[in-house]
């Protein structure tokens, strides 16, 4: 599976940005795809992934800021970001796999990465 990531850019605090990861295959029963970011000096962690049958899944930061979408037809996740803060400043990853529920917010979890994408918030 390759990942195609893009629409990273710098915004003001309280703006919006929207990331697209265009997967070369559509999912399949029991996969999942997400979001992970890495901010300089600081883990990668997750962000929010979309699971097979329609599930979405939010780190507890971005909850009502962030949505994540999927456009089955074109194999394509969206992760909409709403609300900006100078803390969503990092490097955003897409990713897929066929991750368990306990592993869906871990890296681990994940076979597939896409070439990560830079979002820079100033405030």
């Known amino acids: 599976v390759q990942l195609q990531a893009s629409g990273g850019g710098s915004v003001q605090a309280g703006g919006s940005l929207r990331l697209s990861c265009a997967a070369s295959?559509?999912?399949?029963?029991?996969?999942?795809m997400g979001w992970f970011r890495q901010a300089p000096g600081k883990e990668r962690e997750f962000v929010a992934a979309?699971?097979?049958?329609?599930?979405?899944y939010y780190r507890d930061s971005v909850k009502g800021r962030f949505t994540i979408s999927r456009d089955n037809a074109k194999s394509t996740v969206y992760l909409q970001m709403n609300s900006l803060e100078p803390e969503d400043t990092a490097v955003y990853y897409c990713?897929?796999?066929?991750?368990?529920?306990?592993?869906?917010?871990?890296?681990?979890?994940?076979?597939?990465w896409g070439q990560g994408t830079l979002v820079t918030v100033s405030s």
């Open positions: 979309f699971r097979w049958n329609g599930y979405t």
């Open positions: 295959q559509r999912m399949s029963s029991g996969s999942a």
């Open positions: 990713a897929a796999g066929s991750p368990i529920l306990s592993s869906i917010r871990m890296s681990q979890g994940y076979n597939y």
